[in-house]
């Protein structure tokens, strides 16, 4: 064979060599570049602590030159008469009404066992501390602005306070915007406003025979336009500072016609479900549902209550027939569908824990309704963003089940033990005045807890109108 020549020797010998030179020039920024990610990674992992509480920040944008604000209409131009409500409690008093006075989990940190496992929270707050200082704060600068309409308005039944005490299943709507109107976080600039509140009532449309469950989504539409034309607060931001409140299930289609409300403006509405498109999570909100009751609420002690789990309802979704097809002849499970014979307030008395069912919607009133009375409640709603998330720790004082698991319900209720029971319980104590409506509101009661929710979600864009136009935002 003969000898390959000394070009081919030479080119191969060089491409060798210039491979490995390459090879070895892409090894060292390569390894580099994998140790830097590395390093980057164990930095936020191990500082993240840092990040459990978010700060304002404040970028500063200019606003086109053409930028200029709207005059309104004598239509819309009645002042509406508001009360300064009283001054803030100070510190020592609002740290004594929301609890027990114990280290927060932030000062605490995670508990573990001796075994090295770590032990569940039983904390009824998320953080306390947080919370404390964040309300104060909120009570302290939260400014809302009411689109203004006079009484002789021709939907002034929609769009102003009701003149009675609210009551019913879909109370909650009609109890914030009462309450709401007679606070201290109105104003009447709305210049200094962080927030700008849509007073339309869905339940009230609901009901108006000159709406009706049709004719909603046009009313809608065809306000939103003229609060629109006649202010420029809604096109500055685009919505996004606004709010509206609604309970009944009929406000998650109210939107249809006029989109930019449902995905632009903070939406506080009883059916919270991460299932329906409308309702995105952290800039919606979740408005408890609760039917109003009279005086304090009763206090019976865990002994007495004879009964393991309690339901009461109409079968109106596939999750409560599986209920009911489970657990209708049990003796230790109460599954009742249709009228009682016993007074309802007997049964959530009388039982452990109270089963909160999806039905039409993830939402009832029973959660307020056991917690009223004591109950644990157990949610049996896949989906429900449930109220007051960002605050409470729902795994403190409730338990969750998936409704694949309604089957195994007995053996999870038992699988609790009577320590953790009782803890349970302890803790629903203690959350129960978030869930009560008052005409004149009670520090953390549902009206505040809500205002707080709001707080949390506020964009607080504002423009400061002088000659530069500054268009600053504070996003949380």
Same mark, same amino acid.
């Given at each position: 064979? +003969?000898?390959?020549?000394?070009?081919? =020797?030479?080119?191969?010998?060089?491409?060798?060599?210039?491979?490995?030179?390459?090879?070895?020039?892409?090894?060292?920024?390569?390894?580099?570049?994998?140790?830097?990610?590395?390093?980057?990674?164990?930095?936020?992992?191990?500082?993240?602590?840092?990040?459990?509480?978010?700060? =304002?920040?404040?970028?500063?944008?200019?606003?086109?030159?053409?930028?200029?604000?709207?005059?309104?209409?004598?239509?819309?131009?009645?002042?509406?008469?508001?009360?300064?409500?009283?001054?803030?409690?100070?510190?020592?008093?609002?740290?004594?009404?929301?609890?027990?006075?114990?280290?927060?989990?932030?000062?605490?940190?995670?508990?573990?066992?001796?075994?090295?496992?770590?032990?569940?929270?039983?904390?009824?707050?998320?953080?306390?501390?947080?919370?404390?200082?964040?309300?104060?704060?909120?009570?302290?600068? /939260?400014?809302?602005?009411?689109?203004?309409?006079?009484?002789?308005?021709?939907?002034?039944?929609?769009? @102003?306070?009701?003149?009675?005490?609210?009551?019913?299943? $879909?109370?909650?709507?009609?109890?914030?915007?009462?309450? @709401?109107?007679?606070?201290?976080?109105?104003?009447?600039?709305?210049?200094?406003?962080?927030?700008?509140?849509?007073?339309?009532?869905?339940?009230?449309?609901?009901?108006?025979?000159?709406?009706?469950?049709?004719?909603?989504?046009?009313?809608?539409?065809? $306000?939103?336009?003229?609060?629109?034309?006649? $202010?420029?607060?809604? #096109?500055?931001?685009?919505?996004?500072?606004?709010?509206?409140?609604?309970?009944?299930?009929?406000?998650?289609?109210?939107?249809?016609?006029?989109?930019?409300?449902?995905?632009?403006?903070?939406?506080?509405?009883?059916?919270?479900?991460?299932?329906?498109?409308?309702?995105?999570?952290?800039?919606?909100?979740?408005?408890?549902?609760?039917?109003?009751?009279?005086?304090?609420?009763?206090?019976?002690?865990?002994?007495?209550?004879?009964?393991?789990?309690?339901?009461?309802?109409?079968?109106?979704?596939?999750?409560?027939?599986?209920?009911?097809?489970?657990?209708?002849?049990?003796?230790?499970?109460?599954?009742?569908?249709?009228?009682?014979?016993?007074?309802?307030?007997?049964?959530?008395?009388?039982?452990?824990?109270?089963?909160?069912?999806?039905?039409?919607?993830?939402?009832?009133?029973?959660?307020?309704?056991?917690?009223?009375?004591?109950?644990?409640?157990?949610?049996? +709603?896949?989906?429900?963003? @449930?109220?007051?998330?960002?605050?409470?720790?729902?795994?403190?004082?409730?338990?969750?089940?998936?409704?694949?698991?309604?089957?195994?319900?007995?053996?999870?209720?038992?699988?609790?033990?009577?320590?953790?029971?009782?803890?349970? =319980?302890? #803790?629903? /104590?203690?959350?129960?005045?978030?869930?009560?409506?008052?005409?004149?509101?009670?520090?953390?009661?549902?009206?505040?807890?809500?205002?707080?929710?709001?707080?949390?979600?506020?964009?607080?864009?504002?423009?400061?109108?002088?000659?530069?136009?500054?268009?600053?935002?504070?996003?949380?």
């Amino acid at each position: 064979m +003969a000898r390959p020549s000394l070009l081919y =020797q030479y080119y191969h010998s060089h491409r060798h060599l210039s491979s490995r030179s390459f090879g070895g020039f892409f090894f060292i920024p390569t390894s580099l570049a994998l140790l830097t990610s590395f390093l980057i990674l164990f930095y936020i992992y191990s500082t993240s602590n840092l990040f459990t509480h978010t700060h =304002q920040i404040t970028p500063r944008i200019k606003l086109p030159s053409g930028f200029s604000t709207l005059s309104s209409p004598s239509l819309f131009s009645a002042p509406i008469s508001l009360e300064n409500a009283s001054e803030l409690t100070k510190t020592g008093t609002l740290e004594r009404i929301i609890g027990d006075g114990s280290e927060s989990q932030r000062a605490r940190g995670p508990q573990s066992s001796s075994n090295g496992q770590y032990e569940k929270n039983n904390e009824v707050f998320h953080d306390r501390d947080i919370f404390l200082e964040d309300y104060k704060e909120m009570n302290r600068t /939260l400014k809302i602005y009411v689109y203004p309409h006079r009484k002789d308005y021709a939907f002034a039944n929609v769009l @102003l306070p009701v003149d009675f005490k609210p009551g019913g299943n $879909y109370a909650s709507e009609s109890y914030f915007k009462k309450v @709401l109107m007679q606070s201290h976080f109105i104003t009447k600039n709305p210049t200094v406003a962080d927030l700008f509140f849509l007073p339309f009532s869905i339940a009230r449309l609901r009901h108006d025979p000159r709406v009706g469950v049709g004719g909603i989504q046009d009313f809608i539409r065809d $306000y939103m336009f003229n609060i629109s034309q006649t $202010y420029p607060y809604w #096109n500055r931001t685009n919505g996004v500072d606004h709010f509206y409140v609604a309970c009944h299930s009929i406000g998650r289609v109210a939107m249809e016609k006029a989109p930019e409300v449902k995905f632009n403006a903070i939406q506080v509405v009883c059916s919270s479900s991460y299932f329906l498109t409308g309702y995105i999570a952290h800039k919606d909100a979740c408005l408890p549902q609760i039917w109003p009751r009279e005086g304090e609420p009763p206090n019976l002690v865990s002994s007495k209550r004879k009964k393991l789990a309690f339901f009461a309802g109409a079968i109106n979704s596939p999750v409560r027939e599986k209920l009911l097809q489970t657990w209708r002849n049990d003796s230790e499970i109460f599954a009742h569908f249709g009228r009682l014979t016993t007074p309802y307030a007997d049964e959530l008395l009388g039982s452990k824990y109270c089963l909160h069912v999806k039905g039409f919607e993830v939402n009832t009133a029973r959660i307020a309704d056991s917690l009223y009375y004591g109950c644990v409640p157990v949610i049996i +709603a896949n989906y429900y963003d @449930l109220p007051f998330t960002d605050v409470l720790n729902w795994k403190s004082f409730s338990v969750v089940v998936a409704t694949l698991d309604i089957p195994l319900l007995k053996k999870i209720l038992k699988g609790i033990s009577s320590k953790e029971y009782l803890t349970l =319980q302890s #803790n629903v /104590l203690k959350v129960r005045k978030h869930f009560q409506w008052h005409l004149f509101p009670v520090h953390y009661d549902a009206f505040y807890m809500v205002m707080y929710e709001l707080w949390l979600r506020r964009s607080s864009m504002k423009i400061s109108f002088d000659d530069s136009m500054v268009f600053t935002t504070h996003n949380r």
